[in-house]
């Protein structure tokens, strides 16, 4: 196949992007009527036509994040490499339920799984699976953690059980609060942990909270620390939470759907210390891996409880695959799956670990010519992190109406947050590999003129 024909597609569809608007200004009605006029599927249309169209609407009708001036929240550039493996997934069609369906398809998997979980510290026998996204990893986590500190969970349900609780913090990603209203755990078993003026978990009220609720009568059993939070990047301190969490006999789920990535670097890994003592981890190719988007990873270090928590049995599957291979839907929440895996390993094995170290590295350094440059021009930085993630304000700024600006005059996209309890300000993360020097300085000269007025 001539993969060299969708990668000249792809790379000059990002110049294009490159040079074109951010963000676009769109009704409902407005798309609701051109597609009540075009498609009401009575008759074929020409395929190419069609394409042209559907084209034509996400070029004018998205805000372009694989744009090198989207700021935005962890949505990446994706490499042509990642790309060429979507369109052989889609073109063989390879059905991940089970090991003996689709051989070659579960073996790529496995093997890129198994490197980066010995990039991350885990056992060579741990359990690796590619998930959806980072919130279907941290439901896993969730699944597999009850599974194992509370045997009777998976026959019983929570009947009987004493309020097992999760340990979080106002910075964790809100998919926790989803998964404890599916799990049937109730949104109420989520305690939120207090922050440090970093924005990292204050383990004096993590201890604080698990002794009390034991002393009430709760079951404690998982506290979730981030690496790499979502609003700010911040990286609670792994280490501690980890003997903290042994000392206990509580679960440690890492949060590094974004963050993780950062384990290539040798610049950064450090920042990620304590990981390898994980119970489980969640991180997300999807983000800082540069590919299309449906690809997180779930890691776990207890393969045996993984395999109790998603067990199935049933007539109408292929009888189960001797040996050592495992059929993903005995051990994963999905059933039938689509090849998740290729784009990073097809990414992985074009640009080589080197090439992926230059791309998060570059990423991290325009991350820090962008703290300096907006401290140059008078913005306060109010986050700490290593990772190329800022978050800034100035006195009297109105963040809705400055962000208005910004995107009607196609500057660039970013977002604001509340960081604990205080005002909006602006959050800008470098999501994409392509962002230069140039971007940065054109983009922090553009909002000092803004600001001016
Ligand atoms: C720290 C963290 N965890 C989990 C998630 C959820 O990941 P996904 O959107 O891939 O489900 C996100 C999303 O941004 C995140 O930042």
Not at 27 to 32: D, G, H, K, M, S
Not at 42 to 53: F, N, T
Not at 139 to 146: C, E, F, Q, R, T
Not at 222 to 229: D, E
Request: aromatic fraction near 8%; proline fraction near 5%; charge should be neutral.
């Amino acid at each position: 196949m001539a993969f060299d024909e969708i990668r000249s597609v792809a790379e000059k569809l990002a110049a294009e992007i490159a040079v074109g608007p951010i963000v676009p200004s769109v009704t409902p009605q407005e798309i609701r009527g051109h597609l009540a006029a075009r498609y009401d599927f009575s008759k074929p249309l020409d395929l190419d036509e069609v394409g042209a169209d559907v084209e034509a609407m996400l070029r004018t009708w998205q805000v372009h994040v694989t744009h090198p001036r989207y700021f935005g929240l962890f949505n990446p550039s994706v490499t042509p490499a990642s790309i060429v493996a979507d369109t052989l997934v889609a073109m063989y069609n390879p059905q991940l339920a089970t090991w003996r369906t689709s051989p070659a398809a579960n073996e790529i998997e496995r093997h890129t799984l198994a490197w980066l979980a010995s990039k991350f510290g885990l056992p060579a026998g741990a359990s690796a699976s590619f998930t959806s996204g980072g919130a279907e990893a941290n439901l896993s986590a969730v699944i597999v953690a009850l599974t194992r500190a509370f045997p009777s969970y998976g026959e019983h349900g929570l009947k009987h059980l004493p309020a097992p609780t999760i340990y979080v913090t106002t910075e964790s990603h809100h998919s926790f609060n989803k998964i404890a209203h599916m799990t049937g755990l109730g949104r109420r078993a989520i305690r939120t942990i207090a922050t440090e003026r970093n924005l990292t978990m204050d383990l004096r009220d993590l201890a604080r909270q698990v002794a009390e609720d034991r002393r009430r009568g709760f079951a404690p059993f998982m506290v979730v620390g981030t690496a790499g939070t979502t609003a700010a990047g911040a990286i609670d301190p792994l280490p501690e939470l980890a003997r903290f969490c042994r000392s206990e006999n509580l679960w440690l789920h890492v949060d590094a759907a974004w963050g993780g990535a950062a384990i290539l670097s040798p610049r950064l890994r450090g920042h990620l210390a304590g990981i390898e003592a994980a119970d489980s981890i969640t991180c997300d190719a999807h983000k800082w891996f540069s590919v299309p988007m449906g690809a997180g990873m779930f890691f776990c270090r207890h393969a045996a409880a993984v395999g109790e928590a998603f067990h199935a049995e049933t007539s109408y599957m292929p009888g189960k695959t001797a040996g050592p291979a495992v059929d993903p839907y005995t051990a994963s929440v999905q059933w039938s799956r689509r090849f998740i895996g290729l784009k990073l390993f097809l990414a992985l094995a074009h640009h080589g670990e080197s090439g992926y170290v230059e791309m998060i590295e570059h990423q991290a350094r325009m991350g820090d010519l962008l703290r300096e440059s907006l401290a140059s021009a008078g913005w306060q930085i109010v986050n700490t992190t290593p990772l190329p993630l800022v978050c800034f304000t100035r006195d009297g700024l109105d963040t809705t109406k400055f962000l208005a600006a910004l995107y009607r005059q196609q500057i660039a996209w970013m977002s604001e947050v509340r960081l604990g309890a205080g005002a909006p300000v602006l959050r800008a993360c470098i999501t994409s590999f392509r962002t230069t020097a140039s971007d940065i300085e054109d983009v922090v000269g553009a909002m000092s003129r803004i600001i001016q007025g």
